[in-house]
T-cell receptor
Framework: GAVVSQHPSWVICKSGTSVKIECRSL??????MFWYRQFPKQSLMLMAT?????????EQGVEKDKFLINHASLTLSTLTVTSAHPEDSSFYIC???????????????FGSGTQLSVL | GDSVTQMEGPVTLSEEAFLTINCTYT??????LFWYVQYPGEGLQLLLK?????DKGSNKGFEATYRKETTSFHLEKGSVQVSDSAVYFC????????????FGKGITLSVRP
């Protein structure tokens, strides 16, 4: 089946630094990718929807200047957490929709997630 | 707004035990309901789904029935295996085809031999 590679799987960084997380669709082209965040014992929350070649759409309450999303190609989307702080420590997950699939969000392929710890 | 509530975990069972994982939801209209599974080191995968009331989704021995009257979509399996050890997420999608998924917190299932 389709595979989405997310890298890194975990990262530790100092407060104030920026961290980039990559999400790649390995065997399909993804016109749309989604970024989620999950705090401990909380639900998986959609942060933003990333469309290839256009600006991402952010959910209410998510700071677009802090969480920079770039979807420059049909197989790669990146999430950059800028000036990270301890409260940004969380589990981040990406998902991608195959461009050949009809536009229903349940046919999504997920990355394995990135655990970010900000010291 | 939409929300999904899953029972608190983790859940530990012996192999061949019966499994029930509870899921209830709040949504406008008539949502589609899903169960996703995440095996260790892998991404979430769609396990099963139901798109209207009384529908039963099934896959890999797992079943869940869309109960509109109780706003529930409980996941069941008659006999679990060690390989079923994973994190299970209940989710819903309401609105149009391009509307977003709303997830529950997920629950970790561990099956011991």
């Amino acid at each position: 089946g389709a595979v989405v590679s997310q890298h890194p799987s975990w990262v530790i960084c100092k407060s104030g630094t920026s961290v980039k997380i990559e999400c790649r669709s390995l065997d399909f082209q993804a016109t749309t990718m989604f970024w989620y965040r999950q705090f401990p014992k909380q639900s998986l929350m959609l942060m933003a929807t990333s469309n290839e070649g256009s600006k991402a759409t952010y959910e209410q309450g998510v700071e677009k200047d802090k969480f920079l999303i770039n979807h420059a190609s049909l197989t790669l989307s990146t999430l950059t957490v800028t000036s990270a702080h301890p409260e940004d420590s969380s589990f981040y997950i990406c998902s991608a929709r195959d461009r050949t699939e009809r536009p229903t969000n349940e046919k999504l392929f997920f990355g394995s997630g990135t655990q970010l710890s900000v010291l | 707004g939409d929300s999904v509530t899953q029972m608190e975990g983790p859940v530990t069972l012996s192999e061949e035990a019966f499994l029930t994982i509870n899921c209830t939801y709040t949504a406008t209209g008539y949502p589609s309901l899903f169960w996703y599974v995440q095996y260790p080191g892998e991404g979430l995968q769609l396990l099963l789904k139901a798109t209207k009331a009384d529908d039963k989704g099934s896959n890999k021995g797992f079943e869940a029935t869309y109960r509109k009257e109780t706003t529930s979509f409980h996941l069941e399996k008659g006999s679990v295996q060690v390989s079923d050890s994973a994190v299970y997420f209940c989710a819903l999608r309401s609105g149009g085809a391009n509307s977003k998924l709303t997830f529950g917190k997920g629950i970790t299932l561990s099956v011991r031999p």
